[in-house]
Each structure stands twice: as structure tokens, then as C-alpha cells.
């Protein structure tokens, strides 16, 4: 199956759903990098409580996420 990409009439390509899912893993890590080095920063940049941070920061994300679909629908 593919979908379509934004792009201007006459250039759209068909694109796989498989790299759909890589643009959005490859935004979720990076949104996830940027949170998990803010609360790392905000806790006074601890050493050896990354784990802990990148956990935080995907919970956080999540529900985010969660969040936004229940007030789509």
C-alpha cells in the first residue's frame, strides 16, 4: 500500500508506508532527545541518570500523543 506525499500537483510520488514509519520514528527520537536532554539540563545535569531521563521524557511524549488523539476524535 502506498500514500501520498505533499507535494505540488504533477510531482507526487508514491512513497511506502515503511517510510512513513521511519520519518516518524526518526521524529519521535529526536523529539525524545530534545526533551530527555532538557529535563537532564533542568535536574542540574546529573551523571549516570540518563536511562531515567529518556524514560521520563517518553512517558511524556506518550501521553502527550495520548492526549492529543482523544481531542481528534
Given at each position: 500500500m502506498?500514500?501520498?506525499?505533499?507535494?505540488?500537483?504533477?510531482l507526487?510520488?508514491?512513497?511506502s508506508?515503511g517510510a512513513?514509519?521511519?520519518g516518524f520514528?526518526i521524529r519521535?527520537?529526536?523529539?525524545?532527545?530534545?526533551?530527555a536532554?532538557?529535563?537532564?539540563?533542568?535536574a542540574g545535569?546529573?551523571?549516570?541518570?540518563?536511562?531515567?531521563?529518556w524514560?521520563?521524557?517518553?512517558?511524556?511524549?506518550?501521553k502527550?500523543?495520548?492526549?492529543h488523539q482523544l481531542?481528534?476524535?
Amino acid at each position: 500500500m502506498y500514500a501520498r506525499v505533499c507535494r505540488p500537483p504533477g510531482l507526487i510520488a508514491p512513497v511506502s508506508n515503511g517510510a512513513i514509519a521511519r520519518g516518524f520514528r526518526i521524529r519521535h527520537l529526536s523529539r525524545c532527545r530534545a526533551r530527555a536532554r532538557q529535563l537532564w539540563e533542568e535536574a542540574g545535569r546529573p551523571a549516570g541518570r540518563d536511562l531515567d531521563f529518556w524514560l521520563r521524557a517518553e512517558r511524556e511524549l506518550a501521553k502527550g500523543e495520548a492526549s492529543h488523539q482523544l481531542r481528534a476524535d
